[in-house]
C-alpha cells in the first residue's frame, strides 16, 4: 500500500467540481434561487449593497485599471433608479466614484470609514464624525468620517512601507485616504514572506491598526469598532430604514471584509448576503454568485422583475445553458 501517484488534471478537476457542488448546496446560485428571493421580497424594500473590486469589476493584475465594463455600469444605474444602492469598497470613497461614475449611487470608502449620505444617522456613529458638506455639484451631503484623527499615523505609515518596500519587486502600495492596500500580486513566492515581515514591523510601531489578507493584498486600517457590516447599517438608517420591519438589504461581496456586511445582514435576520466566488470557501453568505458576469446577470434580472412586479407580468427567464453546464447542478424549474 501506498499514497498514490500521479493524479491526472482531470482527476483534479473532478475533485474540485465535485468539492464545489458540494458548497452549492450550502451557497445556492442567486440566480437559480432569484424566483424564490423575490417571492420573499413581495411588498417589501430591497435596498442594495455592492463591493466593488471582484463584484462589480474582475480582479485585474494592476488595481488602477479595475474598470467596470459598460454592460455593468449600466445595469447598476438601472438598479439605482429603482432601488437604493450603495457600493462600499476598501477603495478611497473619491477613487470608487471615480471608477463607477454615477451620482445615483451612495458612497462609502476605506472599508465604510468614509461615508457620503443623503442625512445624518440618529442611531449609528458618533455624532462629533458626522458633517454636513457641499459637494463639488452643488448638493449637500453629510460626510461620515469616524478614523479622522488616524491620517497622520496613516500617512507616516504609508511612507515607512514605501521606503521599505522598495527592494521588493512587484509590490503595490494604495494610499484609500482611511486605508492602506499593499498589493502583491506581482511579487514573487520567494519574497512574499520577507514583505510580509516588512508590513508585520512598520505596523509594530502602530499599536492602533490592524492588517488583514485579502485577495493577493494586505489591508491596514485603523483598529476600531467599525467595519462594512457598521456601514451597512449606518446607510440603512441614513436612508431611514434603519427600524423598518419590511426592508431587506442585499449585499453582494467577494472578500473577507465582506464577511462582515453578510454577518450584518443575518444578525439582522433579513435580507439577502450574496458571495461571489467561483470555488469553495468559508462564508457568512446565504447565497453566492460565480463571477462579476453572474452579478451582473443578477442585477439585470432584478431590475426586469422591479420593473414588472407590480402587475405581475414577469416571468424569470431560463438561465443559459452554459451555466447550466459549468455549474453541474439542476437547477429550479422558473414559474412559466
Known amino acids: 500500500m501506498g499514497v498514490p501517484q500521479n493524479i491526472s488534471a482531470t482527476e483534479d478537476e473532478n475533485s474540485v467540481s465535485v468539492s464545489y457542488n458540494s458548497w452549492l448546496l450550502k451557497h445556492p446560485s442567486a440566480l437559480y434561487t432569484f424566483e424564490h428571493m423575490m417571492s420573499i421580497a413581495k411588498g417589501k424594500k430591497i435596498v442594495v449593497f455592492l463591493d466593488y473590486d471582484g463584484t462589480l469589476s474582475n480582479i485585474v493584475d494592476n488595481p488602477e485599471k479595475a474598470f467596470m465594463t459598460n454592460e455593468m455600469q449600466k445595469a447598476v444605474s438601472e438598479v439605482a433608479r429603482y432601488f437604493s444602492t450603495a457600493i ?26 468614509d461615508i457620503a449620505a443623503p442625512l445624518q ?56 485616504k482611511f486605508c492602506i492596500s499593499v498589493h502583491f500580486r506581482h511579487v514573487r513566492d520567494e519574497d512574499f514572506f520577507t514583505l510580509e515581515k516588512m508590513v508585520n514591523s512598520v505596523l509594530g510601531e502602530y499599536k492602533e491598526f490592524r492588517v488583514s489578507k485579502g485577495k493577493m493584498v494586505f489591508e491596514i486600517r485603523p483598529d476600531m469598532e467599525w467595519d ?6 449606518y446607510l440603512l438608517d441614513t436612508l431611514g430604514y434603519g427600524s423598518s420591519s419590511d426592508v431587506l438589504p442585499l449585499y453582494i461581496g467577494d472578500d473577507r471584509t465582506d464577511e462582515d456586511a453578510f454577518k450584518a445582514i443575518r444578525n439582522r435576520g433579513k435580507g439577502f448576503p450574496i458571495v461571489v466566488s467561483s470555488t469553495p470557501k468559508d462564508t457568512m453568505a446565504l447565497h453566492s454568485l460565480c463571477n462579476p458576469l453572474e452579478v451582473n446577470e443578477f442585477l439585470i434580472r432584478l431590475v426586469k422583475w422591479r420593473k414588472n412586479s407590480a402587475s405581475g407580468k414577469y416571468f424569470c427567464q431560463n438561465l443559459e445553458g452554459k451555466i447550466r453546464k459549468e455549474r453541474q447542478i439542476v437547477p429550479v424549474n422558473f414559474a412559466k
Not at 102 to 108: G, H, K, N, W
Request: proline share 5%; aromatic share 10%; net charge positive.
Open 228 to 233: 462594512k457590516g457598521h456601514a451597512l447599517n
Open 88 to 113: 462600499i469598497s476598501g477603495r478611497g470613497r473619491d477613487k470608487v466614484y471615480g471608477f463607477v461614475n454615477l451620482d445615483t449611487v451612495y458612497y462609502a470608502g476605506s472599508h465604510g470609514l
Open 121 to 176: 444617522s440618529p442611531n449609528y456613529g458618533d455624532p462629533k464624525h458626522q458633517t454636513r458638506v457641499v459637494d463639488g455639484k452643488g448638493n449637500e451631503v453629510v460626510l461620515f468620517q469616524p478614523a479622522k484623527k488616524y491620517l497622520p499615523a496613516i500617512q507616516k505609515i504609508f511612507s515607512a512601507l514605501s521606503e521599505k518596500t522598495r527592494s521588493i519587486r512587484g509590490v503595490m502600495l494604495e494610499h484609500n
